[in-house]
């Protein structure tokens, strides 16, 4: 399974963009890379997902870049309830698996 | 729509007891999983399930069973539990295994003494 390499905590001022990186160096062609996050000890909330392309839905944007060793998550206007931790994933298709890493633990500043 | 629910939210054991942690899903997903949290680490999977009838080990399986007889619910069972048991058990669904986001219940919150 391809593994994830994420800063262990960041912070960001409210109102301000929060970029999430991830490394994935070793991932593979047919691959996803997902975020999830996870507010105080409730049970992990889907972000976004993607493959190759940079996606972008109501919630966050996915920039993963050419080589796709490494993808960052864009909180594009970050507020005090997106404090929590954000966990990049590797999906590997055909296992049928979530593996989780320890994730970044964010801190969004009022 | 529930969504996926869990029972029981909270529950305390003796060490050497037994117990069974139901996961109900309503969404007609065809995976299920089981993950554990220990205090400030990442979720770490214990089994998993790609249908009805189905299931597989994950990254922590020891000291845990798991049966899918029916679609919609995922039960996973600890027949001698352990204080290194202790921990929360959060259980997921998905409808695909690859495309797809995997939704998860609020958790059970486990104590074993």
């Known amino acids: 399974d391809a593994k994830t390499t994420q800063p262990t905590s960041m912070d960001c001022a409210e109102g301000r963009a929060a970029n999430l990186p991830c490394n994935h160096s070793t991932i593979s062609g047919n691959e996803y890379v997902y975020w999830y996050r996870q507010i105080h000890s409730q049970g992990p909330q889907y972000i976004i997902h993607g493959l190759k392309n940079n996606e972008t839905n109501e919630m966050a944007s996915l920039i993963i870049t050419e080589d796709r060793k490494s993808s960052t998550l864009i909180l594009p206007h970050a507020t005090l309830r997106d404090t929590a931790v954000y966990y990049c994933i590797v999906y590997t298709s055909g296992t049928y698996k979530y593996i989780f890493g320890t994730g970044t633990r964010l801190k969004v500043l009022a | 729509n529930a969504g996926v629910t869990q029972t029981p939210k909270f529950r305390v054991l003796k060490t050497g007891q037994s117990m069974t942690l139901l996961c109900a899903q309503d969404?007609?997903?065809?995976?299920m999983y089981w993950y554990r949290q220990d205090p400030g680490m990442g979720l770490r999977l214990i089994h998993y399930?790609?249908?009805?009838?189905?299931?597989a080990k994950g990254e922590v399986p020891d000291g845990y069973n798991v049966s899918r007889l029916k679609k919609q619910n995922f039960l996973l069972g600890l027949e001698s539990a352990a204080p290194s048991q202790t921990s929360v058990y959060f259980c997921?669904?998905?409808?695909?295994?690859?495309?797809?986001?995997?939704?998860f219940g609020q958790g059970t919150r486990l104590t074993v003494v």
């Open positions: 399930s790609v249908g009805e009838g189905t299931t």
């Open positions: 997921a669904s998905s409808y695909l295994g690859q495309g797809g986001e995997a939704f």
């Open positions: 969404m007609n997903h065809e995976y």
